[in-house]
């Protein structure tokens, strides 16, 4: 069976593009790297990735100019047609600036840039994007990143907590991010954001294999939206 393509979009100021390219490679995908303006993305996609990083120099809001680079129109056709999409640090802030995922991140609490490990848990163990873990399994992965408090009003939290959209939560206040949100995914399942960084946790020399399990999971999606393209093409 083929290696499933993931596309890396890669803006001005993104800086682990290449870090979740290795990551992917080592997991069983061939990744491709897409430039920021360009309008379509490979054709043989099967799932699309936001690196982290600080595009556009964060400037306006974090992920603010990111979500109308022409690429952008792409990634919501392939997201609208289910493709699996995963937004990683500022990855998730442009996701959120596209409205393909609820609420917003803002400054951190300690207005201080956070880096380091952090323990996250996971709420959701059905997701395309977490079920190859527990459900109420600790995750150890790393955070570097000064607007990482996720937020929205009290009645999407509740909505989006009933669905079961919140995937990860962090267990203890790292950023003071609303009920200790670390990651969520859409009402569809297809789009995951997260803050924490599981590209930098697929090798436990690096202090943790954990992100490994994400990553691996994506690439299963990414692999089963390619069978379901390919059945879809022959019928």
């Known amino acids: 069976m083929s290696r499933p393509v993931v596309a890396i979009v890669q803006f001005p100021g993104s800086n682990d593009d290449r870090d979740a390219a290795w990551a992917l490679g080592a997991l069983g995908a061939d990744a491709a790297l897409v430039w920021h303006a360009d309008e379509e993305l490979p054709p043989e996609t099967a799932a699309v990735v936001l690196p982290g990083g600080f595009s556009y120099g964060d400037y306006l809001r974090c992920g603010a100019i990111a979500s109308h680079a022409p690429v952008m129109d792409a990634v919501r056709r392939f997201a609208s047609a289910g493709g699996p999409v995963l937004g ?32 996250v848990q996971v709420e959701n163990a059905r997701t395309l994007f977490t079920r190859r873990c527990e459900p109420g399994q600790t ?16 009645a999407t939290l509740a909505e989006l907590s009933a669905r079961g959209q919140i ?69």
């Open 88 to 119: 990683i640090c500022n990855g998730f802030q442009v996701l959120c600036e596209s409205r393909l995922l609820p609420g917003t991140l803002r400054p951190n609490r300690q207005l201080e840039f956070v880096c380091r490990d952090v323990s």
């Open 139 to 154: 995750l150890v992965l790393p955070v570097k990143h000064g607007d990482g408090a996720w937020f929205t009003d009290p």
């Open 167 to 235: 995937a990860l939560r962090y267990t203890e206040d790292v950023n003071g991010s609303l009920d200790g949100v670390a990651g969520v995914v859409n009402e569809a399942g297809n789009v995951m954001g997260l803050m924490p960084h599981p590209e930098h946790a697929v090798d436990s020399l690096l202090g943790s294999a954990d992100g490994g399990l994400l990553l691996a999971a994506l690439v299963d999606a990414a692999a089963e939206h390619l069978a379901l393209v390919a059945e879809t093409a022959s019928a």
